[in-house]
């Protein structure tokens, strides 16, 4: 009887340690189970930041949604195809160029004409069949380009002083008068308008950093360092750009629709900071419902939003930008952020899935949803303000909420490109829906990226500025050209026209000198064609 206890007492032993060993097993597949999802999720998102790396290598650039209907870049020959027609012969082939009628002439008619005329010599101006005098009946006429490359020379002010032969012979003094003369540049300098504005247009707006430009003027015979260009260009800017910068910066505060971004910058010597270390150059324009475009950068050391908050003192407007916070706490302003960095997020969650599972998923659905938004602003182009406000409350605005709503409901990882598009929109949500309290206001601030854009091809050839001083003029030379061009002017002869001008007027005719002045002269704007 003592056995059959013992025995059974062996039995419950061992049951209860297989209990215990399973139970344990159990909780190390969970436990392997869960470590293994965590993987999982984590191999799913390193292939999605692999596959978004690649397409920012090699893919294209562009967002813009592929249309079925769309003809493609090599697929010209099989659209424009007509199967029914025999096919030529290699002779009659012809490709099919749409070429507009008068172009040519249009584009040549604001250029001047140097004519060159041909004739026969005076002993063949007769009849190879009679010998009769030969009259001219008709012209026939070639045209080609003729590029003259720039030229240095030097230009010898040479003004005369007076004195009186009277007074030297009857009076104890003798009165000088010296004949009128325009007021240089810089004072006690080689630079001219003509030179400076060269140098600027050559640096700012075609992108050739001082080092080339030394090389050009060595090859045209002069020795011209880019130290000394670089003191000629902040001396200028700082004397006579800075008033220009100012009294447009005055006229922006007046607007009540502005477009504001910023991007990186590099300042080798910047007080306090490693040469490393990144400073900003911030961007503030006018709208599209402006009558004269204003376009004004802004160097700092720090993307801080006491910056905006200082440039923007007294506005108390709409401002259009980007997802950045910063711009959220400025105060009395009606921050408005932009479609388009939300439409981006989603367009990167479907390009982070692999191509196969792109089509029919929820980032491609999300995309959709947001492209009827912007296919909904094609269709109001022309609106007057009133009259879009009112369409997009009708229209676009419930789409909108929509989206947000079936965005709420998803539960995307939160590390994934979805998990991330899906959270900026929900963070953004209140600015993003600000585009509804105004028709003046846009979908996107594409229009400031536009305008920074040229700063940003500019930093690559030129890499970084120098001193904090360099940043500053450069940043009040990209103001004064970029409103400019956005106002129809040609930026060297306006800079030009400037450098002329400025040293022998008066502060208060600045106004006559802004871009957009009936009284600049015809020779800085461009051409109506162009």
């Known amino acids: 009887m003592e ?10 032993d061992i049951i209860a340690e297989k209990d215990s060993l399973i139970a344990e097993q159990e909780s190390q597949i969970e436990q392997l189970k869960s470590k293994l999802s965590e993987l999982e999720a984590l191999t799913k998102y390193y292939e999605e930041q692999l596959r978004l790396a690649k397409h920012r290598q090699f893919g294209a650039s562009s967002e813009k949604t592929e249309i079925p209907e769309q003809l493609g870049l090599f697929d010209e020959a099989e659209n424009t195809a007509d199967l029914k027609k025999a096919e030529p012969d290699i002779e009659t082939i012809t490709y099919t160029r749409r070429k507009q009628a008068g172009k040519r002439e249009d584009d040549l008619s604001y250029l001047p004409v140097e004519t060159v005329e041909y004739s026969l010599p005076e002993d063949e101006g007769k009849c190879p069949e009679c010998g009769g005098a030969l009259h001219v009946m008709g012209h026939e006429i070639r045209r080609e380009l003729k590029v003259i490359p720039a030229q240095v020379k030097v230009i010898e002010h040479r003004r005369k002083i007076y004195s ?15 004949a009128p003369m325009p ?3 810089i004072k006690g300098s080689l630079a001219s308008p003509s030179a400076i504005a060269h140098i600027m247009t050559q ?3 075609m992108y050739n950093p001082l080092y080339r ?3 050009d003027w060595l090859r045209q015979g002069l020795s011209l360092s880019r130290q000394t260009m670089a003191n000629w260009v902040i001396r200028a800017s700082e004397d006579w750009l800075e008033p220009i910068y100012e009294r447009m910066r005055q006229e922006l505060l007046n607007q009540e629709v502005l477009h504001a971004d910023e991007t990186t910058l590099q300042v080798l010597r910047e007080p306090g900071r490693a040469a490393r270390q990144e400073s900003y150059m911030w961007l503030y324009r006018t709208s599209g419902d402006t009558e004269h475009p204003i376009v004004l950068y802004e160097y700092q050391p720090t993307r801080s939003s006491a910056h905006p908050k200082r440039f923007l003192t007294g506005y108390t407007g709409y401002l259009h930008t980007d997802g950045y916070s910063g711009y959220h706490t400025l105060s009395g302003i009606t921050v408005v952020v932009c479609f388009a960095h939300l439409r981006r997020k989603f367009d990167e969650a479907v390009k982070a899935l692999p191509p196969e599972k792109r089509e029919g998923s929820e980032s491609q659905k999300g995309l959709e ?15 007057t303000p009133e009259q879009r406000k009112e369409a997009r409350l009708e229209r676009s605005k419930p789409k909108a909420e929509a989206f947000f709503a079936w965005a709420k409901s998803l539960g995307a990882l939160p590390k994934s490109a979805l998990g991330k598009a899906i959270r900026y929109a929900e963070e953004q949500y209140p600015w993003l829906m600000n585009v509804y309290l105004d028709g003046r206001l846009e979908l996107t601030n594409n229009r400031a990226e536009r305008s920074i854009k040229p700063f940003v091809m500019g930093r690559k050839n030129w890499l970084f500025n120098n001193t904090v001083k360099g940043a500053r003029a450069s940043s ?12 129809g002017l040609k930026p060297f002869e306006y800079l030009e026209f400037l450098f002329e001008t400025m040293p022998n007027t008066t502060m208060g005719m600045l106004d006559k000198l802004l871009p957009w002045s009936p009284e600049i002269p015809d020779r800085c704007r461009m051409s109506p064609h162009a």
Do not use: M
Request: charged letters at 30%.
């Open 213 to 215: 430009q030394e090389q």
């Open 3 to 12: 056995n059959v206890v013992k025995t059974t007492e062996n039995w419950t």
């Open 164 to 178: 009186c032969r009277n007074c030297e012979k009857t009076e104890d003094h003798t009165p000088i008068v010296k």
């Open 369 to 383: 949803l947001i492209n009827e938004l912007f296919a909904l602003e094609h269709e109001f182009e022309g609106l």
């Open 476 to 487: 009040v030379i990209y103001s004064i050209i970029e409103t400019a061009k956005e106002n």
């Open 183 to 185: 007021e240089p540049v």
């Open 203 to 205: 640096k700012f707006v």
